[in-house]
Structure formats: C-alpha cells, structure tokens
C-alpha cells in the first residue's frame, strides 16, 4: 500500500521560527493531505494540496507539492508554543495512508 | 462544524473478552475509518466503510471485525481481546472531499 513518510522524525526549535516538516510518498497520489495532532488526542486536518497543485497556503501554513519527487513540505512560519503536536502526512484519495509522523516541539 | 465521538476515551478489558468500540458521526458522511495508533508504527487502517452493511479490510484487520448498520455509526469489534491489541483506537469519517475527520481516540488496555 502507499505509504507517507514524514521528516524529520523530531523537531525542537524557538518561538518565532519558522518550522519546515517533509513526506515522501512511493505511488501517485490524487491528492495529499497535512493532519495535527495533540498529544493523546485525534488527528485535525490542516491542508489539503491536489496532484496539479503546486503550492497552497493557509494562514501561518505554507504546504508545496512535488510530484515528480514524490514529496510534499509544511512550512509553519512563525512558530507559537501552541504549535507543539505531531504532525501528519496522509495520502491517497477516500482512503489515506499515514506515515510515523513529526513530533515538533515550539519552545517558549 | 463535524463531530466525531468515541464511546469511551479510556478502556480497560481481560485478554479473551469481547470488545466493543463505537464511533458516531454526525455529518451524514458516507466513509468511516478506523485505526489504530502505536509508538513508532504511526496510524495503521484497520476497517474502512463506503457506505451502510459494506466494510472493506484495512491493512490489519486481523482479530477485529465491523459493523456498519446505520450510516451514522461503525463499530470496531475485538472478538478476543488479546495483549497485543492495546493501542489508541482512532475513528474517523468523511465525506465528498476526502477531508478525514477524527474522533478523540479511545485508547484500550488488555490485561
């Protein structure tokens, strides 16, 4: 099955900048998703990019696509405590695959 | 806005015990999932639905079973709960857009 793979594993930075997560995927998609996790909690939908996009955006959210190199990034910008979750790579169409996922911590 | 409930957020059940977790989504969608969530595995499906009395194998369905009576409603079924099914229980539904809306989580303990 398709499979999502997120990178890096594990992020710490400041507040204030900017974080930058990737996923690789192995099949074509229709479309690619970015999900948010709380700890212990379900996962959010941030963003949703389609296969003849290249780049889309949502208020601190920059989220690009690259078919051709079977990748996709989420850029956060301006980084709060508050943004502290893991974050999801999912793909495919009604049904997702998810990968491990981002574990990004926002330090004050 | 969507709302994805769980019947239970915390569950404790004995290995060989029949289990039942509930999802209920109140969006009229079409496609519910369910999945389980381990450390270092991420989000695995485990049972997915089109549509009312239709289930589709996720990527381990093994040990569970479905149902799916009412369009509103899908059930996960552990037969015999065993050890290795404790986990978080993630439920989720959507609808035209492909958009994945999840319920809180149930996370089950076998002893």
């Known amino acids: 099955s398709q499979q999502g793979e997120e990178d890096p594993q594990a992020l710490s930075i400041q507040e204030g900048e900017n974080a930058t997560m990737n996923c690789s995927y192995k099949t074509s998609i229709n479309n690619l998703q970015w999900y948010r996790q709380n700890s212990g909690r379900g996962l959010v939908h941030l963003i949703l990019i389609r296969s003849n996009e290249r780049e889309k955006h949502s208020g601190r959210l920059r989220v690009t696509l690259d078919t051709s190199k079977k990748s996709s990034s989420l850029l956060i910008t301006a980084s709060r405590a508050a943004d502290t979750a893991s974050y999801f790579c999912?793909?495919?169409?009604?049904?997702?695959?998810f990968g491990e996922g981002t574990q990004l911590t926002v330090n004050p | 806005d969507v709302k994805v409930t769980q019947s239970s957020r915390y569950l404790v059940k004995r290995t060989g015990e029949k289990v039942f977790l509930e999802c209920v989504q109140d969006?009229?969608?079409?496609?519910m999932f369910w999945y389980r969530q381990d450390p270092g595995l991420g989000l695995r499906l485990i049972y997915f639905?089109?549509?009312?009395?239709?289930?589709e194998k996720g990527d381990i369905p093994e040990g569970y079973s479905v149902s799916r009576e009412k369009k509103e409603r899908f059930s996960l079924i552990l037969e015999s709960a065993s050890t290795n099914q404790t986990s978080m229980y993630l439920c989720?539904?959507?609808?035209?857009?492909?958009?994945?809306?999840f319920g809180p989580g149930t996370r089950l303990t076998v002893l």
């Open positions: 999912g793909e495919g169409g009604s049904r997702l695959t």
């Open positions: 969006m009229d969608h079409e496609n």
């Open positions: 639905s089109y549509d009312v009395k239709m289930k």
């Open positions: 989720a539904s959507s609808g035209d857009y492909n958009e994945q809306f």
